[in-house]
């Protein structure tokens, strides 16, 4: 394999032109770039950089075997990649000067292209993120269910739904998005494009969160899922993961998916127990260099 197999573009309509099908061939596993990309070509280039995204696809044979996009921030994303693959763009990329801050792929394919990376820059890779992605199977509600009802967010929930996204992002370190939560910048977290669902007691007292994205190659990724953690226990995440997920099968969606961190037992358990079925582990790495000039 040689590196000039990597196609590169800085056009995202024409990379999705060219890899869109096969992006949209495994819906479930492909989720993250699937909505990231969708994000990028609907606003456009990042307002904060002057450097644009970089697209890349893998092609053989005419056809399309795997993608890589890096953002001007500098986050590197991968489908699937054997260790040749991950080898082969790591030379790639050095060779072109595109030094990535990190690395999120599956987790075979981030520790092949880590571990790539750091051979060819020298570059120390650090984990930071491990997360488990689960597929809706058949959607089974939790019982008993516990009293109350489902309501869709509207705009005079937005300061609730941004409290109970900052908590979110403390409780799972999430710090770009607290960041940007805190200064203010709500459009520039990960949260701000999606939909939310509260549960609700009978009284009308908000008790549990769920997001969703918007349908992208007919699948729907449910996030963020948060409870206080007063609350936490009373089967409410349950329930209102049940709902959102019924709300994209009924909408349409072929692919229902969710992550969860592999570490907390007690969301994974639930999760499978409504009919989730454990797809593979992601991770990410962060790379630390030593010459200044390379990060």
């Known amino acids: 394999m040689r590196p000039d197999d990597w196609q590169l573009t800085e056009d995202v309509d024409d990379f999705l032109a060219r890899a869109g099908d096969f992006l949209r061939s495994r819906p479930a596993l492909h989720n993250t770039p699937l909505t990231d990309i969708e994000k990028m070509r609907t606003r456009g280039a990042d307002a904060h950089s002057a450097e644009a995204t970089v697209f890349g696809r893998l092609e053989s044979g005419g056809?399309?075997?795997a993608i890589f996009y890096r953002?001007?921030?500098?986050r590197l994303g991968l489908t699937p990649l054997s260790a040749e693959q991950a080898g082969t763009l790591a030379a790639h990329l050095a060779g072109l000067g595109r030094f990535p801050s990190d690395v999120i792929a599956d987790h075979d394919t981030a520790t092949a292209f880590a571990e790539t990376w750091q051979r060819h820059t020298g570059a120390t890779p650090v984990p930071f993120w491990r997360t488990r992605l689960y597929r809706l199977g058949t959607l089974t509600p939790p019982q008993p269910r516990p009293a109350g009802r489902s309501r869709v967010a509207g705009e005079k929930d937005h300061e609730q739904v941004v409290r109970w996204c900052r908590e979110f992002c403390v409780d799972v370190g999430e710090k770009v998005s607290m960041d940007a939560i805190d200064a203010g910048s709500w459009a520039d977290t990960r949260f701000a494009d999606k939909d939310f669902t509260f549960?609700?007691?009978p009284d009308g007292t908000p008790v549990s969160m769920?997001?969703?994205?918007?349908?992208?190659?007919g699948m729907v990724r449910v996030d963020p899922v948060s409870t206080p953690a007063p609350?936490?226990?009373r089967g409410y995440a349950g329930a209102v993961t049940v709902e959102v997920s019924r709300a994209a099968l009924t909408s349409g969606a072929t692919d229902v998916v969710l992550f969860a961190d592999p570490a907390n037992p007690t969301s994974n358990a639930l999760y499978q127990r409504i009919g989730y079925v454990h797809v593979t582990d992601f991770t990410g790495y962060r790379f630390s260099y030593d010459a200044p000039e390379a990060g």
């Open 63 to 65: 056809e399309v075997h």
């Open 71 to 74: 953002t001007p921030r500098g």
């Open 199 to 201: 549960w609700e007691t």
């Open 210 to 217: 769920a997001g969703a994205t918007s349908m992208v190659g």
């Open 231 to 233: 609350l936490r226990g």
